[in-house]
């Protein structure tokens, strides 16, 4: 069957604010207004997007506390939701208070944030080799401080793994 477009007319009532602020949103145009705002509805919906009612938003503003703008900042709460960031788990630590002012200034002598230092503190554990006391070693590939600062830099992240650097070797490689 052949990919036909078809012309929609739509007839609905509204009231004069919204009216007024798609038209001003749009430059004074009311036509192509709705006819911009009802393409890319549509669009976006017949290709798996999602249209949120303002309560929902709201509510989501509340859970978040602070005001929710953009569908960029839904993907990132639910993420963190979620336990991810950027494709790897998060983890959250509770930390004794008696330490904690111990870590945080060392945090601070380093010029890094608290998940910096406790990024730091987990490589440390696999770096030193006492993460494999209890369970079965693996292979370790021990860096400089000159080569890991630089896959820093080439990467563009100071918190990369195993699987970073062999991804970026196959983009550049190919397949074996």
């Known amino acids: 069957m052949a990919n036909i477009n078809k012309t ?104 890094w944030t608290m998940d910096q230092l406790m990024q730091d503190c987990v490589n440390q554990i696999v770096d030193q080799g006492w993460l494999y006391v209890m369970s079965p070693g693996n292979k370790l590939i021990q860096l400089s401080d000159v080569d890991r600062q630089w896959l820093e830099g080439y990467l563009g992240t100071p918190n990369f793994y195993g699987a970073d650097v062999v991804k970026k070797l196959r983009e550049f490689v190919g397949p074996k």
């Open 8 to 111: 929609i007319q739509l007839e609905f009532q509204i009231n004069q604010a919204d009216y007024d602020r798609i038209v001003d949103a749009s430059g004074g145009d009311s036509v192509v207004a709705f006819k911009g705002l009802a393409e890319f509805f549509y669009h976006s919906y017949a290709n798996g997007g999602l249209m949120l009612r303002p309560n929902d938003l709201a509510r989501m503003s509340k859970s978040a506390g602070r005001p929710i703008r953009t569908a960029v900042e839904v993907s990132e709460l639910v993420e963190k939701g979620a336990s991810v960031k950027d494709g790897k788990n998060v983890f959250q630590l509770a930390l004794d208070p008696s330490v904690l002012p111990v870590f945080e200034e060392t945090a601070k002598t380093m010029g």
